[in-house]
């Protein structure tokens, strides 16, 4: 109901009451009357609501932020996701062009991995309608360290276990360059449930010895979606994480005798965690979220064995760093 509809028949009375002489004694009250009644209505006009959600923003707000109980993540409006890609991913492209950096979609190559160092971010394109890797398709956190190299590579080989420095060791890894991985977050032994929880609390800071180190969930999907030949960009933004904000992180409680030696995103049925949290806290595209719907029951059949014993196969090559 309008202002006006409301203080209609007030006014009307007013102009009755001055057709008969008789508004010097009751002209304030009419008055009085019109301002409660003009108050009363604009109290009860409602504040124009916000925009409902599309699927895709209502997912990735509910995944972060359920998921994420030590830090908060910080999500950007998906709109400006794909113009902000394109900006930030063309800056880099002329900033690491003496590296032989190039957005050039390679055929077989479906994904290029863009590693923020300084941001602990790990931004996944895909190729946009010209065939240039400028389009987010999600954002993972990670650790890296003060050694991790700058530069464009192409990943040459992948591991299901993986012997690291320590001795220690990481679940599906995938070498960068020399030896720098992306790997989990390192275990005390080939064992499923014997990772090492203080480390795991650091990841989104600068925590690892030159590696990439991610949540299960994040680099099982590097080991399993992105064939060798991915290309990956190291590069240093402390500033801006990337075009889809940062995710935020898991806490494991020390004291949790249970749970404390898992990774909360571990997908192997013997982990004691809730399967909620086998999403992480990656901030998905709407794409991504489709492959996930379509693929993670499969997931299943790539895991690797709950417990190992012995050293990696790979424990020829020196130096590999966690």
């Known amino acids: 109901?309008?202002?006006?509809?409301?203080?209609l028949p007030v006014l009307l009375a007013a102009v009755l009451l001055s057709a008969c002489g008789e508004t010097k004694d009751v002209l304030p009250e009419i008055?009085?009357?019109?301002?409660?009644?003009?108050?009363?209505?604009l109290e009860e006009v409602e504040p124009t609501p916000e925009p409902?959600?599309?699927?895709?923003?209502?997912?990735?707000?509910?995944?972060?932020?359920?998921?994420?109980?030590?830090?908060?993540p910080q999500?950007?409006?998906?709109?400006?996701?794909?113009?902000?890609?394109?900006?930030?991913?063309?800056?880099?492209?002329?900033?690491y062009a003496p590296y032989g950096m190039t957005l050039q979609a390679k055929e077989g190559t479906p994904y290029f991995l863009a590693v923020n160092r300084d941001a602990n971010v790990v931004t996944v394109y895909t190729a946009d309608e010209d065939g240039r890797y400028t389009v987010p398709?999600?954002?993972?956190?990670?650790?890296?360290?003060?050694?991790?190299?700058?530069g464009y590579y192409a990943t040459p080989v992948d591991y299901d276990w993986r012997l690291l420095m320590g001795p220690s060791y990481g679940q599906y890894a995938t070498r960068i360059f020399d030896s720098y991985l992306f790997h989990?977050?390192?275990?005390?032994?080939?064992?499923?449930?014997?990772?090492?929880?203080?480390?795991?609390?650091?990841?989104?800071?600068?925590a690892s010895?030159?590696?990439?180190?991610?949540?299960?969930?994040?680099?099982?999907?590097?080991?399993?979606?992105?064939?060798?030949?991915?290309?990956?960009?190291?590069?240093?933004?402390?500033?801006?994480?990337?075009?889809?904000?940062?995710?935020?992180?898991?806490?494991?409680?020390?004291?949790?005798?249970?749970?404390?030696g898992w990774d909360p995103t571990d997908p192997d049925p013997a982990n004691p965690w809730d399967d909620a949290f086998e999403t992480g806290t990656t901030i998905r595209s709407q794409a991504a979220w489709d492959q996930w719907e379509e693929q993670h029951e499969s997931w299943q059949s790539s895991l690797t064995p709950t417990d190992l014993q012995?050293?990696?196969?790979?424990?020829?090559?020196?130096?590999?760093?966690?």
Request: glycine letters at 8%; charged letters at 25%.
């Open 1 to 7: 109901m309008t202002i006006v509809r409301r203080i």
């Open 31 to 41: 008055e009085q009357e019109v301002k409660q009644e003009v108050e009363t209505v």
């Open 52 to 72: 409902t959600q599309t699927p895709e923003e209502a997912k990735t707000m509910a995944s972060t932020a359920s998921n994420a109980t030590k830090d908060a």
């Open 75 to 95: 999500v950007t409006d998906p709109s400006t996701w794909n113009d902000a890609g394109k900006t930030i991913m063309e800056a880099l492209e002329k900033q």
């Open 137 to 150: 398709f999600m954002a993972m956190v990670c650790s890296g360290g003060v050694d991790t190299p700058l």
């Open 184 to 206: 989990s977050v390192p275990y005390y032994s080939q064992h499923k449930d014997d990772i090492e929880y203080d480390e795991y609390n650091l990841l989104g800071t600068s």
């Open 209 to 260: 010895l030159g590696c990439i180190r991610l949540e299960v969930v994040d680099v099982k999907w590097i080991y399993d979606n992105c064939p060798l030949g991915t290309p990956v960009l190291i590069y240093a933004d402390a500033e801006n994480p990337g075009p889809m904000g940062k995710p935020g992180t898991i806490y494991t409680d020390p004291a949790d005798t249970e749970k404390r």
């Open 310 to 322: 012995g050293w990696s196969t790979d424990s020829s090559v020196v130096g590999t760093r966690g």
